[in-house]
């Protein structure tokens, strides 16, 4: 029997959003996506006719995670029921990729499960859902162009900084990474239409775009000149959009980082003096295990090349510890790796199997015990190196972008061109400009300064968009 299609579609949306900058993004995507139905967003999940759990298969037992999620929607769901209101629920990202119809073999309370190509179909499913009473699951890769048909970016709240996801999925394979088989083969979005989301974030008053990928700087999207645009190309057309101030990309490979890339950091003063660059282990045993494609001292090399463009990078990596086969001399070698580069900023994690992935099937694995022992020391390595960058930067003159106000009356708080929190006392006025603070101080997770003396506010002239 057909349901009645004027049965209505529930109206708050709450997203619940685990895992990196890219999911965040995508969340906010399904919530465009999903404005013309008529949903609103909201935090609180009670309230919630759909609720999506957004998730990241990265982390150690990831769908295990989502699953005890699950239990607690569950439970909301069930207190909504008994208060004769109804909630949709799906799972989306990454575990919803991998697992699929496991999730609703295993969760009842699932409705609808969509891979991270599909969201744009998210609008669809929910009508669908709504409509058949089958639960579904969107995990293909279709050819389609998610972003082509996702809705344009709405303008909402006032937003200073800015992500755009330009690159999607990956070819390198990783022996212990599982987004070649969650997110696909490496996938670029095209310059124009980059470029058309750029402007009309500048002309809302974004001032900072950050470019997202998980091979970002593989980037390489069919230009309009009919040629392979790069990153850099990409890059040095968004620096001619007047608003845009700032520009930053992640997550870069070692292995794509061509010349044009490293000499636009000495080129290209909207490109901001921060590379996030994962070195993963310092022993090349290991980094030939992991099929990382390059040894320790050819990303020494690299790191001094792209210094050389720009004396003053700051640098940040993602370290893994106890990867299956990894001696204490191994570990040696990524402790004086990161102590010879001296790091503004650090990712460390314990290795964890992933299902499916090469090294899960490794059998030389690192006892839990020695990889909690080596994780503790290399974060203390990674901290002391982090602080050290920020003294570093007291008794300078830093550009600081506002964003919004501090923690305290009368503050307001913005980030260091090398992506540092900085506290200062100012004019709310300042939120979405920059101007230049005097370091005065560094805390354990921030920086605090005062405005440059004689600094008087005047209203800056910037094109519209
Ligand atoms: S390059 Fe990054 S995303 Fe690609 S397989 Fe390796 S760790 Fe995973």
Redesign the pocket.
């Known amino acids: 029997m057909v349901q009645s299609p004027t049965k209505p579609l529930p109206k708050k949306l709450h997203i619940k959003t685990f895992g990196c900058q890219m999911n965040a993004y995508d969340s906010e995507r399904m919530a465009e996506a999903l404005q013309p139905a008529g949903f609103e967003l909201t935090d609180d999940q009670s309230d919630a006719d759909l609720v999506i759990l957004n998730t990241c298969h990265i982390r150690e037992k990831a769908a295990e995670k989502v699953y005890s999620e699950l239990g607690r929607v569950r439970l909301t769901k069930e207190a909504r029921k008994a208060r004769g209101r109804d909630t949709m629920v799906a799972v989306a990202g990454c575990v919803a990729q991998a697992e699929g119809e496991e999730i609703i073999a295993r969760a009842p309370v699932v409705d609808i499960v969509v891979g991270p190509q599909s969201l744009h179909r998210l609008a669809d499913l929910v009508a669908e859902r709504a409509s058949t009473g089958k639960r579904l699951v969107e995990t293909e890769f279709p050819a389609q162009d998610k972003f082509a048909a996702l809705p344009l970016r709405a303008t909402g709240k006032r937003q200073v900084s800015a992500f755009v996801t330009v690159q999607e999925g990956?070819d390198?394979?990783?022996t212990f990474?599982v987004?070649?088989y969650t997110r696909g083969a490496e996938y670029s979005r095209g310059p124009a239409e980059i470029v058309a989301e750029v402007e009309r974030l500048a002309a809302r008053g974004v001032r900072e775009i950050t470019l997202l990928g998980?091979?970002v700087n593989a980037y390489h999207g069919d230009g309009p000149d009919g040629g392979a645009w790069t990153l850099a190309g990409l890059l040095r057309r968004l620096a001619e959009i007047p608003a845009i101030e700032r520009l930053r990309f992640t997550t870069s490979?070692p292995r794509d980082m061509d010349e044009d890339l490293i000499a636009l950091f000495g080129d290209e003063k909207k490109l901001m003096p921060y590379l996030h660059l994962p070195f993963q282990a310092g022993s090349d045993r290991i980094l030939a295990a992991m099929n990382r494609k390059h040894t320790a001292e050819e990303y020494e090399a690299l790191i001094e090349r792209v210094r050389a463009a720009r004396p003053d990078l700051a640098l940040s990596t993602d370290i893994i510890v106890g990867f299956p086969g990894e001696t204490d001399a191994d570990f040696e070698e990524t402790l004086a790796l990161a102590r010879r580069v001296r790091f503004a900023q650090a990712f460390s994690f314990k290795y964890s199997a992933r299902p499916g992935t090469p090294a899960a099937s490794l059998e030389a694995q690192v006892p839990e015990a020695v990889k909690k022992e080596r994780l503790a020391m290399v974060q203390a390595l990674l901290e002391e190196s982090r602080h050290a960058f920020d003294r570093d930067t007291v008794g300078r003159r830093l550009a600081v972008l506002f964003e919004g106000k501090g923690r305290k009356p009368g503050q307001i708080a913005g980030r260091s061109p090398y992506l540092q929190a900085v506290h200062v006392e100012g004019p709310e006025l300042l939120i979405g400009h920059i101007a230049e603070v005097d370091i005065q101080a560094a805390g354990p997770n921030s920086l605090t300064g005062v405005m440059k003396s004689g600094f008087e506010w005047r209203e800056p002239v910037q094109a519209a968009g």
């Open positions: 990956c390198k394979f990783c990474c987004v070649p998980q091979n490979h």
